[in-house]
């Protein structure tokens, strides 16, 4: 009897450490689901996870980005602009290809699709109320009505009927210019002619804002996160170097005593900020555990330039600092009692999953609407805004460890968590959402 051919699934992940793991995962419950399963892969940011996930087959993109010095935002504009023909020709070569996930910031074989007549959809490694910002920030750029530039980090004033958003909310970014930003977000929010959106993210959490994703771009969307708390998440292999001994240390601290500080895969910090969050840590007489990512401060980050009383609090052990931590492995120890982050979608999913409250301190772009996400809409986090010095650090950490404060959030960040856990058990809404695509595909 002939072997019925399995549909395949072209998907094109984007080559960043926040965007990678939850369309692996994804793509592997699609394997299981029966689908052949085809990753195609830049050369930038390259890693090799093949062996992790050997029921997929991996394609790699020549891009020749590798050694680009671009920003963010024009780099995503070239490499977009680069990789269209070459998916277009690697596709014409094989033609086995019938239908095609692809991130929403490698927009690239959206038009390929539209050419080869191969039906698509847009993977978002961000939350709803962000893809929905993109469009209010472009819309009120459009129409001259977004403060100066030089005001707009201070402008504390509502964006009309965006609750509970402020102006200095919406996702600009630190890594481009606006006009540079727009195209891309142009680009981004161009979902129409997509079979659907799929969202790693929760309708326990933000049901609002998909709604209103479904009314802006008419199509189905699919809330399927978060897909790292799934019975089916595989876990990727970071495009760093975990350092898993911070784990043994976590092991001989009291519960929810830790302050876990990581600023995560792409933001930076300034030298004197970096002296004053030292400083901070060792005057609030926590725990904590620091990820300092190698680059990720400008100036000298080496441990030797910073105050002899934070090297000596390291030496005895309250502290604790590596280049790069297991993030979930840490998130979900019974000693993390509140995680300092700027506040990424990823993290964000990551602290909500394990019930821990955070310290915002958003960077660009996603993080300021994920912050305000956690400090007004779930309330289990603090924001720290302006200026950093010592006092502000130490205060804030000891508000969320010690504090009453804290201890209320944590109660709050525990609900959530249980909710979203609801959500993705057969029957919830995140599982029955994952049904659904895996239907609409296999009808396409």
Not at 140 to 148: A, D, I, N
Not at 292 to 302: A, H, L, Q, V
Not at 359 to 369: F, K, L, M, T
Request: charged fraction near 25%.
């Amino acid at each position: 009897m002939e072997e019925i051919r399995r549909k395949r699934v072209l998907m094109v992940p984007a080559p960043y450490e926040g965007h990678l793991p939850s369309m692996m995962n994804l793509a592997s419950y699609l394997s299981f689901k029966g689908f052949s399963i085809t990753i195609v892969r830049t050369q930038f940011n390259f890693k090799d996870i093949s062996a992790k996930f050997p029921h997929l087959h991996f394609v790699t993109i020549d891009d020749g980005l590798s050694g680009s010095s671009l920003g963010l935002v024009d780099f995503l504009l070239k490499l977009n602009s680069v990789c269209e023909p070459l998916l277009k020709e690697f596709i014409t070569l094989h033609n086995d290809v019938d239908f095609i996930i692809h991130d929403e910031f490698v927009y690239f074989p959206r038009q390929v699709a539209e050419d080869l007549n191969l039906p698509k959809m847009v993977f978002s490694a961000s939350s709803a109320a962000t893809s929905i910002s993109r469009c209010v920030l472009m819309d009120l750029q459009e129409k001259g009505l977004l403060p100066p530039q030089d005001e707009r980090s201070q402008h504390e004033e509502m964006v009309p009927e965006f609750h509970p958003f402020r102006y200095k909310d919406l996702p600009v970014t630190a890594y481009g210019s606006m006009e540079r930003l727009m195209l891309l977000y142009g680009n981004v929010s161009k979902r129409g002619t997509s079979c659907g959106i799929i969202h790693n993210s929760s309708e326990s959490i933000e049901k609002d804002f998909t709604s209103a994703a479904q009314v802006k771009w008419g199509v189905q969307i699919y809330s399927i996160g978060p897909l790292h708390m799934t019975d089916f998440a595989t876990s990727c292999p970071s495009l760093f170097d975990e350092e898993r001994n911070c784990l043994e240390w976590l092991d001989k601290q009291q519960p929810n005593s830790v302050m876990y500080i990581s600023i995560g895969s792409l933001a930076m910090t300034k030298e004197e900020e970096f002296v004053e969050m030292a400083m901070g840590l060792v005057q609030s007489e926590q725990p904590f555990l620091w990820a300092i990512r190698p680059g990720s401060i400008t100036g000298d980050e080496s441990l030797d330039s910073l105050p002899e009383q934070f090297r000596e609090t390291v030496t005895d052990g309250r502290g604790f600092v590596v280049k790069w931590a297991p993030q979930k492995e840490v998130l979900g120890h019974q000693a993390v009692g509140g995680f300092w982050n700027h506040c990424g979608w990823n993290s964000t999913l990551e602290s909500i999953s394990c019930g821990v409250p955070m310290i915002c301190r958003p960077y660009s772009g996603d993080q300021r609407v994920n912050t305000r996400l956690m400090t007004h809409v779930w309330q289990t986090a603090i924001e720290v805004e302006g200026e950093l010095d010592r006092g502000i650090v130490e205060m804030a950490v000891r508000r969320l460890i010690v504090g009453p404060e804290g201890e209320e959030m944590r109660k709050r960040a525990i609900i959530l968590k249980e909710e979203v856990e609801v959500s993705i058990r057969i029957g919830g809404s995140s599982r029955s959402a994952l049904n659904s695509l895996v239907d609409s595909i296999r009808s396409s």
